[in-house]
């Protein structure tokens, strides 16, 4: 890792200083959907005013594994997970494909 830890430096500040690096800005930006689906999923359980172990519950799989969902796993979630907790959630899943082109501008 390029750098080197400088006592007394927030993570943001850590995180801009790295957005320097093309390679990191690239990694970082690339997650930007898991990111956004991650958060609109725990907006929606808040929203709901329900706990993990209730959605996972509804889902019909273990509060283990939605925990571990929520902590990032959600990259590996397959569609039919995302639909149960959609549906779990009284929402629907939305997915489409965008061109790069659009996001830019």
């Known amino acids: 890792m390029k750098g080197s830890y400088v006592r007394g430096r927030t993570l943001k500040e850590y995180i801009a200083e790295q957005m320097k690096d093309p390679a990191f800005k690239k990694a970082w930006h690339d997650l930007d959907p898991e990111f956004e689906l991650l958060e609109s999923m725990l907006k929606a359980r808040e929203k709901a005013g329900i706990s993990q172990s209730e959605l996972a519950r509804r889902m019909g799989i273990k509060q283990p594994a ?33 061109s790069k082109k659009a996001k830019a501008a």
Do not use: D, N, Q, Y
């Open 66 to 98: 939605l925990s571990r969902l929520e902590r990032g796993g959600i990259s590996k979630a397959s569609v039919e997970t995302l639909k149960k907790i959609a549906k779990a959630l009284g929402a629907r899943l939305v997915l489409k494909l965008e």
